[in-house]
């Protein structure tokens, strides 16, 4: 009976060993990380020092621009300390500065919000390449995954694009997301008047 439960404990030093704790995977704008909602209480849940976090997120990303979303993944151990991991802005956010639109298409298949040529594709891929989760990706793939992307946000890609025509474009693009933001403005009045 002792040497039973003399492995029963052993069993359960081993067992108290293994750490179920999952990684935190969250964007946080470059330079702006602060204790409060919503990285705060992500932080305090996973008994994490918030104040060092932030102080050492904000000095690792003083040379990037301030308020562009950076992926970031962190990785909890045992003593507290914490493994932190900053990947590359999203894709989503290179191929709407590339085609120099600040929001995406409301309707990506049926509707166009900028365009970009294949150049600008395979300048996001170089820049991409560099994050871990895709480092020992072909950069074709890269170039697949970023044209669907590049869909999804309805942006067009294409040869050659002549400035002057795209310059007229978007003075007729911002026209269009001005009556969106009306539409959606008036939706939400609507709701508001039938919820009181």
Same mark, same amino acid.
């Given at each position: $009976? ?10 359960? !030093? ?8 999952? @990684? ?5 704008? +470059? ?10 209480? $992500?932080?305090? /849940? ?8 932030? @102080?050492?997120? &904000? #000095?690792?990303? =003083? ?13 909890? &151990?045992?003593?507290?300390?914490? /493994? ?13 500065? +590339? ?30 390449? *560099?994050?871990?989760?895709? #480092? ?37 693009? !911002? ?5 969106? !933001? !009306? $539409?959606? *403005? ?9 919820? =009181?």
């Amino acid at each position: $009976m002792s040497k039973s439960v003399a492995r029963l404990k052993s069993m359960k !030093k081993v067992a108290d060993k293994i750490d179920h704790s999952s @990684k935190l995977r969250t964007n946080i704008p +470059a330079g702006m990380a602060a204790a409060g909602p919503p990285l705060g209480p $992500m932080l305090g /849940q996973r008994n994490i020092n918030i104040a060092a976090f932030c @102080k050492d997120f &904000n #000095e690792r990303t =003083a040379n990037i621009k301030q308020g562009i979303p950076l992926p970031t993944r962190v990785k909890l &151990n045992s003593d507290r300390s914490y /493994q932190l991991v900053i990947h590359q802005p999203p894709a989503s956010y290179f191929l709407k500065q +590339a085609a120099g639109v600040s929001r995406a298409a409301m309707e990506p298949v049926r509707e166009t919000c900028g365009k970009i040529t294949y150049k600008h594709l395979y300048e996001i891929a170089k820049i991409k390449q *560099q994050d871990p989760p895709l #480092e020992w990706k072909p950069l074709k793939d890269i170039c697949i995954m970023l044209i669907a992307t590049a869909r999804s946000c309805g942006i067009e890609i294409v040869k050659e694009l002549d400035p002057k025509e795209y310059g007229e474009f978007l003075q007729d693009r !911002k026209k269009v997301v001005e009556e969106q !933001k !009306k $539409m959606l *403005q008036e939706k939400r009045e609507a709701k508001m008047l039938r919820t =009181a």
